[in-house]
């Protein structure tokens, strides 16, 4: 099993937090907002502690749960604490109306999010694609993760299967493009009727 520690204390901090410990798994809640994250850890109950914000995360995986426009700002902030940690990026950089990426075409959150770390970290995108009351249900949920660090990829495929789930590499880094493009597609199809729904690829 894993320490995690989550960078941020809205639903799916919460969500993530209570299958990981779930799961076995030591979980940190870290939020600017101390009294917010002392209650998420509170709320979580065992196994879960509230760390202090910009101070060294206990985990050795860091998920960064923040929104997407805070998400550079927030590990450029971090700086040096997170040396030698893996960072899972799951956030989604949707425009205001959710019909576009805010971001250029030719890079990913997960990518600006490797920029602004330290040299020493390792990011993964994963999560994203996943809506938070879906994740919070539990079940054989397949997700999708993206890398370059192979080792990265199997502390995080590790950790995804100690929540029930199953990871799926899709990847080096250049592909959570992609997977953040998969969670703009998980959102139209959402709002236009698609309540539950699976994805298949016939490879055959």
């Not at 999560?127 to 397949?142: E, K, Q």
């Amino acid at each position: 099993m894993s320490d995690i520690s989550i960078i941020g204390s809205g639903n799916m901090a919460s969500a993530i937090g209570a299958l990981a410990l779930k799961g076995g798994n030591a979980v940190e809640i870290v939020g600017r907002d101390t009294a917010k994250s002392a209650a998420l850890a509170r709320a979580l109950g065992d196994g879960a502690t509230a760390g202090t914000w910009g101070a060294a995360p206990d985990g050795d995986i860091v998920i960064l749960a923040v929104l997407f426009e805070g998400a550079v700002a927030v590990v450029s902030e971090f700086g040096d604490a997170l040396d030698g940690k893996i960072i899972v990026d799951i956030t989604n950089p949707f425009n205001p109306s959710a019909t576009g990426l805010a971001i250029p075409h030719d890079t990913s959150m997960a990518q600006m999010v490797a920029e602004a770390a330290p040299a020493s970290v390792r990011v993964v995108k994963a999560f994203n694609t996943i809506f938070r009351g879906v994740l919070a249900a539990g079940g054989p949920l397949d997700v999708f993760m993206a890398g370059d660090d192979a080792q990265a990829k199997a502390s995080v495929a590790a950790f995804i299967e100690s929540l029930g789930l199953r990871p799926r590499d899709a990847g080096d880094v250049s592909m959570a493009h992609w997977l953040e493009g998969a969670g703009l597609l998980s959102v139209g199809l959402s709002r236009n009727g698609l309540e539950r729904f699976s994805l298949g690829v016939n490879l055959g």
